[in-house]
């Protein structure tokens, strides 16, 4: 969800040069970034019986345009979610698994059972393409990191360490969680890319990262339902006026016992500032070659599969690899 009615008069998203994060690193935000993308995919049935699989093409599209400027693509995780969210159906994620593992097992990708499983719940399909995702990531030598919670906190976290250039996420809560630099979109080959500030957010709102935090709490959030009638300007207005979340509450009547509610919401906002960067090292390993080859053979013919795989390898020996790591592969 984010943060309730942020749109675009309030989070000043703009169009700037590919230079702004080319050459560098990107940290993939990979729930949202497949949330979004399952969202305008198709719901019916191929006609072929064919397991929904455009999840692939979309991902190899997202490594080669990437690759390609020079920009390395890291690949961000949910661990466990938060606790004041949400939480995610195990069955749901369980049955995901099965399926993925049936599926390597098998390598087929018309089975029925999978594929009717897949077009019967977008939760599922999100989770199988997610687990997918991970196998090709490592295969292919991009870096994989699972974060302690929540994605996109871990890629803040990355960015306000100077780790990665950007966060690659369609929800303001990576600039909430302290990320200097979010893009939305990333086009390539039109050499620009829609992102937003840290920075130019505090101006345009006249608040601080703590006074943002307190203000999205107030709006509505994942961890909170928000303060009733209150949008950004008018709770922006409150804080200016009050000083700070609890401040706001106090003057609004609100209970004690309702005020601490607001309070634990705030509070994980706080949690990237407990998260080291220290021991993550980002770099681009060899693809592994042979099992890169059958993991798109099951997908496509033998040779697109081929060609697919030399196009992967001309991107990474032109990334700047010692070609020698290259040989215990092939």
């Not at 399952?38 to 991902?59: E, I, N, Q, S």
């Not at 994942?222 to 700070?244: N, S």
């Not at 705030?266 to 407990?274: C, G």
């Not at 592994?288 to 053979?297: E, F, M, W």
Request: charged share 25%.
């Amino acid at each position: 969800m984010g943060v309730k009615n942020w749109n675009d008069s309030i989070v000043p998203w703009r169009w700037t040069g590919l230079e702004e994060i080319s050459p560098g690193t990107v940290a993939i935000d990979v729930p949202n970034y497949l949330t979004r993308r399952l969202v305008v995919m198709k719901t019916t049935k191929a006609p072929d019986g064919r397991l929904p699989l455009t999840h692939v093409g979309t991902f190899l599209s997202l490594i080669r345009s990437t690759l390609s400027v020079h920009i390395l693509p890291v690949m961000i995780f949910d661990g466990p979610p938060e606790s004041r969210k949400r939480k995610p159906n195990p069955e749901l994620i369980q049955t995901a698994h099965n399926l993925y593992k049936q599926f390597v097992r098998e390598g087929d990708p018309y089975n029925e059972e999978i594929a009717e499983a897949l077009w019967k719940s977008r939760a599922v399909r999100m989770y199988f393409a997610a687990e997918h995702i991970r196998a090709l990531s490592r295969i292919i030598g991009v870096p994989i990191i699972t974060a302690p919670s929540e994605a996109e906190m871990m890629a803040a976290a990355m960015c306000r360490d100077n780790l990665v250039d950007t966060v690659v996420s369609n929800d303001v809560d990576a600039l909430l969680f302290g990320s200097p630099h979010v893009s939305k979109q990333l086009q390539v080959s039109n050499g620009r890319i829609l992102r937003a500030k840290l920075e130019e957010l505090e101006i345009q709102m006249e608040l601080d990262l703590e006074r943002l935090r307190d203000l999205a709490v107030l709006c509505g959030c994942d961890f909170h339902e928000g303060l009733k009638g209150v949008g950004p300007r008018k709770g922006a207005i409150l804080l200016q006026r009050h000083g700070g979340l609890s401040e706001v509450l106090k003057a609004k009547g609100i209970p004690h016992a309702k005020r601490e509610e607001f309070i634990l919401a705030r509070e994980v906002f706080d949690e990237p500032s407990y998260l080291s960067t220290d021991s993550i090292e980002l770099r681009l390993n060899p693809p592994i070659v042979p099992k890169l080859t059958r993991s798109l053979q099951m997908l496509m013919s033998e040779a697109a599969a081929e060609t697919s795989v030399e196009k992967i390898l001309k991107l990474w020996k032109g990334f700047g690899t010692r070609q020698s790591s290259l040989e215990q592969w092939i």
